[in-house]
């Protein structure tokens, strides 16, 4: 008996001819009666009446039709049952910018459920300095940070994933005014020295020559930009397109020519995280596209173009 000839049975009982379930399984009409003769002579009794112009079901044919229905569902949720045996399967603890975690990384967690139901992702926040030593001390298996800017802990690998730029805040109605002069004027909110993101801004600003008065040293992006909405100074912050495209202040590309961040999944050189890592940065980039269209799809923010440079 074959699988085959068990979908021609159900087949037939669809259509109600031999001709049509040939044309539903692809089959000439004499072979689909090849097939069912095999199975009488399998089970020992006739399928059909075949004293009527069209066939009819018997007593034994109709067991067998709802009997094979079940043998073929059966033998295709093997193939379902396989695939879920392979689809990935584990805890992946991460920990993530707060860029990140306000932007793409939401979405990419719903992606990465959607595909790989049975992965169990547990998420922390911080600095990119802080969740590098966490990453290399094991205590997190993968973490999306600044690509990293040394010193930082040996034996870290990183996935690029994309980009932020980094762009001077100040408060509205301020864009006729250079970068230059709105941090050489204007109390400056600085982003935390410690964190990677920070480390670059201050080199520019001594690459630029320009001394800054501070105000306030904060770690969080939306404080800032909260304290440079109320007009309480300027800040430089690195933000992915998509979060900039929504901001009401006015923007000036930072650095000559402006610069920009890779942001990495980082692990460790023995790559804890293995295939769950992988999936994860999968997951991410496409969040990542997604979002990065719907932004383009929004009007445009004024803003001073320069060239741009990564930097270092």
Known sequence: MSLRALRTLQAIARHGSFAGAGKAVGL???????????????FGAPLFDRSRRLPV????????????????????????????ERSLAGRLRVGAVQTALAGVLPD???ALNRAHPRVRVSVSVGLSAEMAEKVAAGELDAALTTEPVRPYPAGLVWTPLYQDRFWLFAPPGQARRSARDLLAELPFIRFDSKAWAGRVIDRELRRMRVEVHEEMVLDSQDVILRMVEKGLGVAVLAVSDEIFAGLKLTCLPFGEPQLIRNIVLLERQDRRGGGLAVALADAVKGAKEAASATARKRPKV????RPRRSSP
């Open 108 to 110: 990419a967690l719903v």
């Open 28 to 42: 000439t009409q004499s072979a689909v009666s090849l097939q069912v003769k095999a199975l009488e002579e399998e």
């Open 302 to 305: 004024s803003r001073k173009a």
């Open 57 to 84: 079901l018997t007593e034994a044919g109709r067991i067998v039709v709802a009997r094979s229905a079940e043998v073929l569902a059966l033998y295709d949720d093997i193939s379902a049952a396989l695939g879920d």
